[in-house]
């Protein structure tokens, strides 16, 4: 199993962490989003991947991209422990959550997107770093009032073992914070994220322990 990632990529960070809690082990292939011009964008790598982004999993000869769709094959491909909720109204709160995440949030802070905004739109370096904070503090608002209000919320996102949101929360919690956006009126959030930091598999997903950290 052959994981294409990248150390401070939010979505790599997710397979990192999915990969941890269910014991596997894997190759990392680092690919690198900036130097030579982005990696990712090489003919190589688009071969892999069409999109061009990270991560990419290979397994069994086969080649699986966007983290969700991965995390997803992970479950069904090794059960044990599960990432989703036995009960279809708990898989698609879980879900709900972790979209949340990856398709409000994430998307319009990715890298590409803060490349675009100050190559082509010319914004300032302060300017790009308020848009982040912006929708960060937005999203992860909206997320800590569905955590907040929901008896389903223990310390984790759902109940009281990591799963799915789980995989996604502390990686966007990590960016946040590296973007200096203010986090205090999310404790729920905040206690999340500090019971997941306890454990190994999310402790060794860390992007400052992996192999290409810099």
């Not at 389903?152 to 990591?162: I, K, Q, S």
Request: charged share 25%; aromatic share 8%.
């Amino acid at each position: 199993m052959k994981l294409y990632t990248y150390f401070r990529s939010s979505a790599a960070y997710r397979v990192r962490i999915a990969l941890n809690l269910k014991g596997l082990a894997w190759e990392v292939v680092p690919v690198h989003l900036v130097k030579d011009g982005g990696q990712h964008r090489k003919p190589d790598y688009l071969a892999l991947n069409p999109a061009g982004l990270v991560p990419a999993l290979e397994d069994d000869g086969q080649v699986f991209t966007q983290s969700l769709a991965i995390i997803e094959y992970l479950d069904e491909t090794h059960r044990e422990p599960p990432l989703l909720p036995a009960d279809a109204a708990g898989r698609a709160r879980v879900r709900a959550l972790a979209q949340a995440i990856a398709c409000d949030i994430h998307p319009i802070n990715n890298l590409r997107v803060l490349q675009y905004l100050k190559r082509e739109l010319g914004v300032s370096d302060e300017q790009k770093d308020a848009w982040y904070r912006h929708w960060c503090e937005l999203g992860l608002a909206a997320v800590e009032a569905m955590l907040a209000g929901d008896a389903r919320t223990g310390r984790f996102c759902h109940g009281d073992a990591p799963g799915l949101a789980d995989c996604c929360l502390v990686p966007q919690v990590f960016n946040a914070r590296r973007f200096g956006a203010k986090l205090d009126a999310m404790p729920t959030v905040l206690h999340i994220v500090d019971a997941c930091e306890m454990l190994d598999a999310f402790r060794l997903a860390a992007p400052g322990v992996q192999p290409d950290a810099e």
